[in-house]
């Protein structure tokens, strides 16, 4: 009864939130409404019992997109046009026709789904039996390591094309620069940064370690990773580099190098591409995935193609 | 018993998003709904740690212990915003 009602508070809240932040008037608070739908999003995730997810939308939501989003408002009151601050929503006729038709067709796909027989034997099913053969009790990096490598692979190959695609487009239409934060030579920031930097490091390598049997994983440990260096860029300990030093190619790299490399070993001694040979292998492909999408991320939020130590 | 107790806490405490909702709806001004923002990350760290026990999966203290070492990152890029007067219209 009452888990009714906190999943309906639940949905009712997300559906809100996330039409305010489509129609909301102001830009600010239409992405405030973003930055709080993600929290909702991440109960949503826990209320369903996926604490996998929840944890990488805690750590990109909290640590990444918020930030990302006020830095682009603050880029846009410093640089953007005029008239920036609203995102002037049009209302066309065949606006609603087209949201109804679309809600029908969900509907449509959501009841033929329900409809469908339960198959005896799916591949989920198999994947949890064949678990222990891969050596990590935790399903989630058991299937993204071992039985949908590929995949995985393919992931770290689209992060570094978006950061090459950032690259060049950055080249053409660089950002402005921002005047340098203002709280940069409080003290408060310091003791923050002394406190949050290493934690962030140690949360890290924890979900990284735990993602063998529990929640966690390269994924959201990079995430979390990635948010010690956003707040290092935010309050100007990092700024951008005109070029990447040779440490950062090779980081941005690591990932996409290393899997490759066990993948292609294991298929050199002759067992399938990409079969990692145990739980030591699937750790190191783990931390060096960690590495890279760490500092991928860093790099895309400070838009720039390396970075330095302010002085 | 201790289940009821925990579910009514998780509900009490989502209500109070709710209210927190109408405050960064409502404004005015951008540091009022900031901080209505943050207020609601505090209440979904203890929605998280009351579902933990509740729903029996101990990795959602993980999460709240990620939304607790995050919380600082928005404030802090809030606080490097150049002030404007930004009204509610």
Do not use: K
Request: hydrophobic fraction near 60%; charge should be negative.
């Amino acid at each position: 009864m009452i888990g009714l009602a906190i999943d309906s508070v639940l949905a009712l809240g997300i559906v809100w939130m996330a039409l305010q932040t489509v129609r909301s008037d102001s830009l600010f608070q239409a992405m405030l409404m973003f930055i709080v739908f993600g929290l909702l999003m991440s109960l949503a995730w826990a209320r369903l019992h996926a604490p996998d997810l929840a944890l990488a939308e805690a750590a990109i939501g909290a640590g990444i997109t918020g930030a990302l989003l006020l830095v682009t408002w603050r880029r846009l009151q410093v640089h953007g046009p005029d008239d920036s601050n609203g995102p002037r929503l049009m209302t066309r006729w065949l606006a609603l026709p087209i949201a109804c038709a679309s809600a029908l067709l969900v509907i449509i796909i959501g009841w033929t789904a329900l409809q469908l027989p339960a198959v005896p034997g799916t591949a989920g099913e198999l994947t949890l039996q064949r678990l222990e053969d891969i050596g990590v009790s935790n399903p989630v990096t058991g299937v993204l390591l071992g039985f949908r490598a590929y995949d995985t692979l393919m992931e770290m190959a689209v992060l570094l094309a978006a950061w090459l695609g950032a690259r060049a487009v950055a080249t053409e239409f660089r950002p402005g620069v921002l005047p340098g934060p203002a709280h940069a030579e409080v003290p408060l920031v310091g003791a923050l940064l002394s406190l949050v930097v290493p934690i962030s490091i140690l949360v890290a390598v924890y979900l990284l370690q735990a993602g063998g049997s529990a929640p966690g994983g390269a994924f959201q440990g990079g995430a979390v990773l990635a948010a010690g260096g956003v707040l290092l860029c935010l309050t100007g300990r990092l700024e951008a580099a005109a070029q990447a030093s040779a440490l950062e190619r090779v980081g941005v790299i690591l990932g996409l190098a290393v899997f490759s490399l066990t993948g292609l070993i294991v298929m050199a001694t002759g067992g399938p591409m990409l079969a990692l040979p145990g739980v030591w292998a699937i750790y190191l492909v783990e931390t060096a995935l960690l590495l890279s999408i760490a500092l991928t991320l860093v790099l895309l939020f400070a838009a720039a193609p390396g970075l330095r130590r302010a002085p | 018993m201790m289940d009821w107790v925990l579910s009514a806490t998780a509900l009490v405490l989502l209500l109070n998003l709710g209210v927190g909702m109408i405050r960064v709806y409502r404004g005015p001004t951008p540091a009022d709904r900031m901080l209505a923002a943050l207020l609601f990350g505090t209440t979904t760290v203890a929605v998280l740690l009351v579902l933990a026990d509740w729903v029996g999966l101990p990795a959602l203290r993980d999460v709240a212990l990620l939304f607790v070492m995050l919380a600082a990152i928005i404030s802090v890029a809030f606080a490097g915003l150049p002030t404007t007067d930004e009204e509610e219209r």
